[in-house]
T-cell receptor, first 108, second 114 residues
Framework: AQRVTQPEKLLSVFKGAPVELKCNYS??????LFWYVQYSRQRLQLLLR??SRESIKGFTADLNKGETSFHLKKPFAQEEDSAMYYC??????????FGSGTKLNVKP | DAMVIQNPRYQVTQFGKPVTLSCSQT?????MYWYQQKSSQAPKLLFH???????NEADTPDNFQSRRPNTSFCFLDIRSPGLGDAAMYLC?????????????FGPGTRLTVL
């Protein structure tokens, strides 16, 4: 069965520290993986997708099929990065599975 | 400019009283989704429309129905809300071009069942 696991509910780091938000998935097919972000009082929005191999706001994520992971990383966290982050898997054409989210708190 | 709009933002209903949540999009996108998100849980896909084609998730209760009268609008009907249906309901729209698509989410409707 398809599943997305985000093991950390809360991650607190100091400004300027590296941050890694973990995401593991379970899917027998070829996955498409995404990170979504929800800032305070804002709607859920796409941060990045693995297909694009892009860096957005300094964040990157690499799909590791061997470890079935798609961890989100940023070398130097900023206070404005504080938000809720959700990892998501597109299993079939229009079937999405979300993780339960990790709240990132960047302290000054 | 809001591209996916959900009304109302907060909805209170009584146990067993039918309720309808609405979603509209200005993107002219082919695909619209409804998600249920309970407190501290993952958004859970209930169903989606690809154009007029309705796709129900296997574990979506029969109590939940949806209508899409045109490209812009999509409704979520809960026929007999129970206390367990209290949640945030998220609507999203997507163009339908796999590989380059982005889901655009609405702000959500928080449903309270008394």
């Amino acid at each position: 069965a398809q599943r997305v696991t985000q093991p950390e509910k809360l991650l607190s780091v100091f400004k300027g520290a590296p941050v890694e938000l973990k995401c593991n998935y379970s899917y027998s097919g070829s996955p498409e993986l995404f990170w979504y972000v929800q800032y305070s009082r804002q709607r859920l929005q796409l941060l990045l997708r693995h297909i694009s191999r892009e860096s957005i706001k300094g964040f990157t994520a690499d799909l590791n099929k061997g470890e079935t992971s798609f961890h989100l990383k940023k070398p130097f966290a900023q206070e404005e990065d504080s938000a809720m982050y959700y990892c998501a898997l597109r299993a079939n054409f229009n079937k999405f599975y979300f993780g339960s989210g990790t709240k990132l708190n960047v302290k000054p | 400019d809001a591209m996916v709009i959900q009304n109302p933002r907060y909805q209170v209903t009584q146990f067993g009283k039918p309720v309808t949540l609405s979603c509209s999009q200005t993107l002219n996108h082919n695909v619209m989704y409804w998600y249920q998100q309970k407190s501290s849980q993952a958004p859970k896909l209930l169903f989606h429309y690809y154009d007029k084609d309705f796709n129900n998730e296997a574990d979506t209760p029969d109590n939940f129905q949806s209508r899409r009268p045109n490209t812009s609008f999509c409704f979520l009907d809960i026929r007999s809300p129970g206390l367990g249906d209290a949640a945030m309901y998220l609507c999203a729209a997507e163009a339908g071009r796999r590989g380059t698509d982005t889901q655009y989410f609405g702000p959500g409707t928080r449903l309270t069942v008394l």
